[in-house]
Every structure is written in C-alpha cells, then in structure tokens.
C-alpha cells in the first residue's frame, strides 16, 4: 500500500531541508505544491492557466484547482509507493480534500511530522537574512556572517535585506502561519497521526527524529 506523507512546519523550521532527506531516504517524491504551480504556471497547462487567472486578480487560487493539480502529480508513476506531501493542506477544509483525493489512490495520510520551534527561534533564523546584491549569495547574521558586515565574502558586493527577511514581515508571515494552520494541527493530532519534532536542534538530529517517526 501506498505511503502518504503530509509534512508541517513554520517559515524558517527548515522544512524544505528535511523534505528533501526524507524524500532522499524513503525514494518517496517530494511533492510541493508550491513547485507544482510554478510548474504548471510555466508549461501553462489549462490548470497553471486557469490559476495564473485567480493570481492575477490577485485572488487566492480556490482549492479544487490545487486539488486537481496534486490528483494529476499522484497519477504519475513514480507515485505509485506514495508520496511526501508538502505546502498542502494548509486548512481542515483541504485536508478533507486530500482524505477524499488519496481515497482514489487507495491510500490515506499516514505521517504527519510537525517540526516546530519556538517563534523567537524562527524569527531570529529568518530576519538574519542578508542577501548580496549582485548574485544573491545569502548570508545570515548569526549563523553565517560574512567577514565583514554589509559585504559579500565572496564578491566583495552590498549585502542588503530583502522585504521578505525583514522582521516586521517575518514576524506577520510566522504568526499567519501558526494562526492558519493550527485547526489543521489539532485535526491530525485528534486522529493520532500527528508527530511533533523539535525543529531548534541540530539539522542531522532533527532528520534522525523525523526519520524514527517514519519508522526508519
Ligand atoms: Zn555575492
């Protein structure tokens, strides 16, 4: 039977870092639905078609056009043991969906890894952001500084923030997470397939958790 993954976690907890072990280590493809409508957005497929509509009303792409687009990437072969799910659901409305959509693949959600931290933990990660102007080398204040403040190690370039690092926009984008999502958190803890792992340790004790919980 197939194995469906659903991983959670806030901006800056290093999900996509540890999707892409568990993807490496279980052979399941790491399926993002952030990556499947810039896909899809590219190739303008008649879905990435009628998504790029809804964005460019600057409207929020409803939730069976996202649901269409996951049913066709399970479809393809390489799903067929199943798949880490990542950046979908987000709300208890679309994992009802999925429930209904992984019905059809005779599978359910198995996993659901939660990787968390404390908020201060994930802001002082993501707003030590400094990115160089010229080719985009990042930097982080505390855990990668350059040799010398404002200035790009490896090109001698302005470092600046980017509105996305800075803290006001952090903070808003972790709490909106947090706010958003904790129904959905509650709705897989409720069926006893939700598995917290902290996310404030080291990246390779964080992957070996995760890694137990997925009994491997
Ligand atoms: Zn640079």
Request: glycine share 8%; aromatic share 6%.
């Amino acid at each position: 039977m197939a194995t469906f993954i659903v991983l959670l976690g806030p901006p800056g907890v290093g999900k996509g870092t540890q999707a892409e072990v568990i993807a490496e280590t279980t052979g399941l493809p790491h399926v993002s639905s952030g990556d499947l409508f810039r896909e899809n957005i590219k190739n303008a497929t008649e879905l990435g078609t009628l998504a790029q509509t809804y964005m460019n009303k600057g409207e929020l792409v409803p939730d069976d056009v996202t649901i269409a687009m996951i049913r066709e990437r399970l479809s393809k072969p390489d799903c067929k043991e199943g798949a880490l799910l990542d950046g979908y659901p987000r709300t208890v409305v679309q994992a009802e969906a999925l429930e209904k959509l992984l019905a059809e693949f005779d599978g359910k959600v198995d996993y659901v890894p939660y990787i968390t931290a404390a908020e201060a933990t994930l802001i002082e990660r993501l707003s030590g952001r400094w990115t160089c102007k010229a080719e985009g080398h990042i930097f982080h204040e505390k855990y990668n500084p350059p040799k010398l403040a404002g200035i790009c190690d490896l090109d001698g370039s302005e470092l600046y923030q980017r509105d996305d690092d800075k803290a006001e926009t952090v903070i808003r984008r972790i709490q909106v997470y947090l706010t958003l999502t904790a129904p959905l958190i509650a709705y897989y803890r409720e069926r006893g397939i939700l598995s917290e792992i902290n996310g404030a340790q080291p990246i390779d004790k964080v992957s070996a958790d995760l890694l137990a919980v997925l009994g491997k």
